[in-house]
């Protein structure tokens, strides 16, 4: 009897998971086949393709007025400061009086000299003398020079009494103060020609020979600035404890809500793109994350589904590459598989419902209930004949 009774109660279980049901309505794909790129991302920051440093050339002087800042724009040969120059025309003037000076006296031998020399034919003037006129007209010519020289001299150190830029750029740090004095050297502002970015990326020894001059990168930095370029260098070195070189890679904004915000020192992080390589891939929605691990439903033959295992690779747009659990030709559940289980029935969308299995046994069920009642009063009523 117990026995009979078990066996009753594993019968009615068969039962009611074949007419249970479905858990879920679901869409079908299959794994396709895509050419996805292959990238190498890579950490480092921005920072100044090249930088100027503006010094003061000139000795002593002091600044009277400062006519930039930081982050303004400039032009080549603009005005960047000024200093004080009263001093400095004085000597300029001095050298011009100088100059004229020395000019009216080479003058004065040159006229000497010359009487000299007509002298030495008649015999009045000795040779000695004759030659003291023309040394001194010699002198007086080199005085000349070396007063114009003088004059050139300090011209230039008025030219200097002005700061200009060396090329286009963006000022980058100023430490010129109006009423500093300053000597030769000091520097007083730093210029990024050219207002040009560099991304400088860390790149493993390992990684490196996937990498080439112009291949192309996407960067992304950490105020959200979006920017693309491509490699002008790879450092010619590796550092020998990290194992890590320097590629250099010349990058230009995108447009966007953080179009412009990208600074020098800022970090940023990016991808080299490398080709693109066959993949076989799935919808995003596919996949199932669950304790750690991926999972795919694989819809079965009888409309129900096993939990499968995969590996996960790259992703591209709304599609996940799949490195291994899969095969091209199984039928998955689109979406919707966190509400699922192994063993799971399930409908397929475009499948009406009276031809999935549990329906079709559900059917088949109620048509055998139906027709019971009829036996029986067909049974009764041949029972009533006979009596």
Known sequence: ?????????????????ATGKPALTVNIVTPQQAMLPVTLAANGNLAAWQEASIGAEGNGLRIAEVLVGVGDRVRRGQVLARFDAGTLHAENAQAQAALAEAEAAAAEAANNAARARTLSQTGAMSASQINQYITAEATAKARVAAARAQLQQQQVRLAQAAVHAPDDGVISARAATVGAVVNNGTELFRLIRKGRLEWRA???????????????ALITATSGARLEGRVRMIGPTVDPQTRVAIVYVDVNPLPGPAAGSARAGMFARGEFE?????????PQPAVVVREGFSYVFRVNPDNRVSQVKVQIGRIAGDRVQVLSGLTADMKLVASGGGFLNEGD??????????????????????????SAPSSASSASAAASATR
Request: overall charge neutral; proline content about 4%.
């Open 345 to 370: 029935l399930v409908r397929l969308a475009d499948t009406p419902a009276s031809a999935t299995p549990a329906a079709a046994a559900g059917a088949a069920s109620a048509a055998a209930a139906a």
């Open 202 to 216: 860390e790149v493993t020894s390992a990684e490196l020979g996937r990498i080439s001059t112009g291949t192309h």
């Open 1 to 17: 009897m117990l026995l009979a009774a078990c066996g009753n109660k594993e019968e009615a279980a068969k039962k009611t998971a």
């Open 274 to 282: 490398l080709g693109a390589a066959p993949a076989l891939t799935v």
